[in-house]
C-alpha cells in the first residue's frame, strides 16, 4: 500500500490510522483505533491525538454515516480517507463534498418524508381516539418542520421515536412500555436542541397522559 | 446555541479570518445547536481546508471552552448511543442502547464531539 506524503504531524498521524485500518479484520476497527489513540498519547499526548483522530473523522466524514453494515462501512471509510490523503490540497475539498451519499443521514429532507409517510399511514390505520391521533400528526409536523435546523443526528434520533410511537398507536394492542420509551426519547431530544423544541416536548406531554404515560415535565 | 465569540477569535487569531467567518455563520444558521459534530461541520464547509478546521477545533479545545469526548453510532439506526467518553480508549465493548439492548462497538463508529465545558 501506498504510503502517505504528508508534511504536518497530524496528518501524519492520520496516514498512521488510515493505512493501520486499511488491514484491520472484521472486529478489528475499533481496537486497532484505540491501539493507535493509546500510542500517540502516549507519544505525542492525549491532546494531539484527539486533534489527530478529530481531523481523521473531518476527512472522512462519510464513514459517520453509511447505512452499510460495520465491516463495509468502515471498508468505505479508510477508502474514503487513502484517497483523500494521497490528493494535492486543491482537490482534497472535492473528495470531502463527494463523499456525501444520497443514502446519508445527512439527507434530514428524505429521511422526513420517510418519516412523515409512515406516521401518516399509521395514523390511518390506527384506532386510536382522534385527540390522540390529532397531537400525534402535530407532533410529526413539528419534527419534520425543526429537522433541517438541528443536528442530523437529533433529527434521526426524533424521527425514529416518532416511527415508533406511531407503530404503536396503529397497533391493535399498544404497549404501554414502548409508549413509554419512544415519548422519553423525543421529550430528551426535544430538550435537548433548546427552544426550538419547546413545541414538541408540549405535545409529548399532551400526549402522554392520553396513552396512559407518566412522563416528567422537567 | 454554541456561544463562541467569534470576533475575539478572529482578533488574535487573524491568520485564520476565513474560518472564524465559515464558523460563525454556520453557528448562526444552527443556532439550536449545543455541541459540535466535526466531520458535519466540516462536510457542510467544504470550502475549509479540514486541516484549518480543525485548527480551529484545537483552539476551541486548548482554550478550555470545549472539551472533545467520544460518542458511539448505534450501527443499526446511526443515532448516537448514551454516553460520552474523555478518551477513545475509555470507550467500553459494549454499550446500552435506551432499550437496554446491549450494542457490541467492534466495529462500530466511534465519533468524536466537542461540547462545551461546564
Not at chain 1, 85 to 97: C, F, G, L, Y
Not at chain 1, 163 to 192: F, H, Q
Amino acid at each position: 500500500m501506498a504510503r502517505c506524503r504528508l508534511s504536518s504531524i497530524a496528518k501524519q498521524l492520520v496516514c498512521d490510522l488510515s493505512d493501520r485500518l486499511a488491514s484491520a479484520g472484521q472486529g478489528q476497527t475499533v481496537t486497532i483505533a484505540k491501539q493507535w489513540y493509546a500510542e500517540v498519547t502516549a507519544k505525542s499526548g492525549k491532546a494531539n491525538a484527539d486533534s489527530a483522530y478529530r481531523l481523521y473523522a473531518m476527512i472522512c466524514g462519510a464513514h459517520a454515516d453509511g447505512r452499510e453494515s460495520g465491516r463495509k462501512n468502515s471498508g468505505s471509510m479508510i477508502s474514503a480517507t487513502t484517497a483523500i490523503i494521497h490528493q494535492s490540497e486543491a482537490t482534497m475539498q472535492r473528495t470531502v463534498i463527494n463523499s456525501s451519499g444520497s443514502g446519508n443521514i445527512i439527507n434530514v429532507a428524505e429521511l422526513m418524508e420517510g418519516v412523515t409517510n409512515t406516521v401518516n399511514q399509521n395514523i390511518g390505520k390506527s384506532a386510536a381516539a382522534p385527540e390522540q391521533k390529532a397531537i400525534l400528526e402535530d407532533m410529526v409536523k413539528l419534527i419534520a418542520s425543526v429537522s433541517p435546523k438541528i443536528d442530523p443526528t437529533v433529527a434521526k434520533q426524533l424521527g425514529d421515536d416518532v416511527v415508533t410511537l406511531s407503530n404503536e398507536m396503529a397497533s391493535a394492542s399498544p404497549r404501554k412500555k414502548w409508549y413509554e420509551l419512544s415519548l422519553e426519547g423525543i421529550k430528551d431530544a426535544a430538550v435537548a436542541i433548546g427552544d426550538a423544541g419547546k413545541p414538541i416536548v408540549e405535545t409529548a406531554l399532551k400526549l402522554a397522559p392520553l396513552v396512559g404515560v407518566l412522563l416528567q415535565s422537567k | 446555541m454554541l456561544f463562541i465569540d467569534f470576533v475575539s477569535l478572529a482578533d488574535r487569531y487573524p491568520d485564520m479570518g476565513a474560518v472564524w467567518i465559515a464558523l460563525a455563520e454556520w453557528s448562526k444558521d444552527h443556532s439550536q445547536v449545543s455541541y459540535i459534530v466535526p466531520h458535519l461541520v466540516a462536510r457542510d464547509l467544504a470550502k475549509i481546508v479540514p486541516e484549518e478546521l480543525n485548527r480551529a477545533f484545537d483552539i476551541l479545545v486548548e482554550e478550555q471552552s470545549y472539551a472533545q469526548v467520544y460518542r458511539v453510532l448505534n450501527p443499526s439506526t446511526l443515532t448516537f448511543l448514551p454516553g460520552a467518553w474523555e478518551s477513545l480508549t475509555d470507550v467500553p465493548d459494549r454499550i446500552p442502547d435506551r432499550w437496554n439492548m446491549l450494542i457490541d462497538t467492534a466495529d462500530a463508529q466511534i465519533i468524536p464531539v466537542l461540547v462545551k465545558n461546564g
